[in-house]
């Protein structure tokens, strides 16, 4: 479906030709609606091949995925894997697709990495993976898993080779949170008494990276990670979601960070992390947006989606933040929640998962845009 949309720029009305893919159904899921939850953490992929979206399905305590060539005919759901007990965030998965070809001495590839929580929400595990075609086979002989994990909010970015690796990981504690890199471990106040949640991205792309963990909590603090952490900024007192992506993708990349919150007061606000300086809060929406994502497009391009008056709304920076827009108009949507999207373009898609639905069974949605 190929929408024209007026854009304002300078005082001129220019038309940009963007392609929607129209939603379509993946799959019914059981049990509560949270099957797509955190929208931190990304559910959805694209290998220049298929569509992955990665799900959980809370009646059987599983965590699956369906694939698709076209985004419209997918597979039937394979499971990745079954808890005997339910995690304590059951939608608590994240997908980290390094979008380059990373490969081991041996010059064999690992294409992504899973992270999620185990069965009793006080652990995370995290899991390289193979594609082949339209299935995911685990790489044999490595994972990784660490105990004290609480709440289930876990973000994870794996690099390196098959004898060496290096893992960067973002655990929500009881009383802090944990940065892992490697075998080292630093906890940080978490200073709050609300449920948390963190993000980890990837800010430059020299070894040993230099990260960012956004973490959620009454002081909302913005992390930064080399060789240690210490406090950047705090964002503001309470935020009820964000989401975080990174242009540094590959070699010669912007080194930018691209936030989006929603603060107490209602504002969705986006922020950039740029030179180790974090830029001046821009409000994107004023009141009334809900699960906002951000993802990088080319040509240093944005997409911010949100969930407003019952409706997905999307506004797009290119050179300048540009109007609300409605992508999906003739979709007849059923209380969307838990937006997830890739973090940058994959092979020139922009993909968007969600969770519809008011009563068992939901649903899980899908569309993406040509960036």
């Known amino acids: 479906m190929v929408r024209l949309i007026p854009l304002l720029a300078r005082r001129k009305t220019r038309f940009i030709r963007a392609t929607y893919l129209t939603p379509q159904e993946v799959v019914d ?51 990745l894997w079954t808890f005997a007990i339910g995690p304590y965030y059951g939608g608590n998965i994240d997908i980290q697709y390094p979008n380059k070809g990373a490969k081991d001495s041996h010059g064999n590839s690992y294409d992504i990495t899973l992270v999620f929580s185990a069965s009793n929400g006080n652990s995370w595990n995290v899991y390289p993976f193979v594609i082949l075609g339209q299935t995911l086979s685990l790489k044999s002989g490595w994972s990784y898993a660490t105990s004290g994990a609480q ?53 430059k792309t020299e070894s040993p990276y230099d990260l960012l963990v956004l973490a959620k909590g009454s002081d909302n603090k913005l992390y930064y990670w080399y060789a240690g952490v210490f406090e950047v900024a705090t964002l503001g007192t309470g935020f009820s979601d964000f989401c975080a992506c990174s242009e540094a993708q590959n070699i010669g990349d912007p080194e930018r960070i691209h936030m989006v919150y929603i603060k107490s007061t209602g504002e969705l606000c986006y922020r950039k992390f740029a030179n180790e300086t974090l830029g001046d809060e821009v409000v994107l929406v004023e009141s009334g947006a809900s699960y906002p994502v951000i993802a990088a497009g080319k040509g240093g391009k944005l997409y911010v989606f949100y969930v407003k008056d019952g409706k997905i709304k999307l506004r797009m920076y290119l050179g300048s933040w540009h109007g609300e827009i409605e992508p999906f108009k003739k979709h007849a949507f059923n209380t969307p929640t838990y937006l997830s999207t890739n973090q940058n373009v994959q092979h020139g898609r922009i993909c968007l998962v969600w969770t519809e639905g008011t009563a068992s069974p939901y649903e899980v949605w899908f569309a993406y845009l040509i960036d």
């Open 151 to 203: 709440g289930g909010s876990i973000a994870a970015d794996v690099d390196g080779v098959y004898e060496h690796w290096t893992f960067h990981v973002a655990a929500y504690l009881g009383l802090g949170y944990q940065m892992s890199v490697s075998t080292t471990t630093t906890e940080v106040p978490y200073g709050g008494t609300t449920v948390g949640g963190a993000q980890i991205v990837t800010y």
């Open 29 to 79: 899921v059981d049990g509560v609606g949270d099957a797509t939850r955190d929208t931190y953490q990304r559910k959805v992929f694209y290998d220049g091949a298929n569509f992955f979206v990665v799900y959980w399905e809370s009646d059987d305590k599983q965590v699956k995925y369906v694939a698709s060539a076209d985004g419209q005919t997918w597979s039937s759901p394979t499971v």
